[in-house]
């Protein structure tokens, strides 16, 4: 991948690329805006991501998997080709609970990579990142094995 893309082939990544996670797809997290140094994903809200049917706040699993998702195309934007990775530390602050009803949106910055690793940080929240539901920073590690689970193979 080239280290910048337009949001058009960001979603068509998003939509035809074996690297996305088909969790992600379930939990329905979808592609926002793009820049070399800020990768958008959202998730909308939905009553089956609900953590508690009480106050109708999102399960906080999705903000993680949200800010996980957001983190590794914040990677793949600068990179010069694909590669494979995984997730190696992951560390979320909550600091609020998210608006019921509200589309939720992860951005990240990949900044810093070296051979092996690729250091993020970004945060979750609703209207502005200067108003955020959760902060985190991550680690990822560059892998060479295989990693994913092809959706054949999902199938048997």
Not at 37 to 52: F, I, Q, S
Not at 109 to 138: N, Q, W
Request: charged share 20%.
């Amino acid at each position: 991948m080239a280290p910048t893309m337009s949001l058009e082939a960001f979603v068509e990544f998003w939509e035809k690329s074996e690297y996305v996670s088909p969790y992600n797809r379930e939990l329905g997290l979808q592609p926002h805006s793009v820049r070399s140094d800020w990768c958008v994903l959202k998730v909308e809200y939905a009553r089956n991501l609900v953590g508690d049917p009480n106050t109708r706040v999102l399960h906080g699993g999705v903000i993680t998997a949200l800010l996980d998702a957001a983190f590794g195309f914040s990677i793949f934007m600068k990179l010069s080709q694909e590669r494979l990775m995984a997730t190696l530390d992951l560390r979320i602050d909550y600091l609020k609970p998210a608006t019921p009803d509200k589309t939720v949106l992860g951005g990240a910055v990949c900044y810093k990579m070296t051979a092996d690793l690729a250091f993020v940080r970004g945060c979750a929240y609703h209207e502005s990142a200067d108003d955020p539901i959760a902060t985190a920073v991550g680690i990822f590690m560059f892998t060479d094995g295989p990693t994913l689970i092809s959706n054949e193979k999902l199938a048997r």
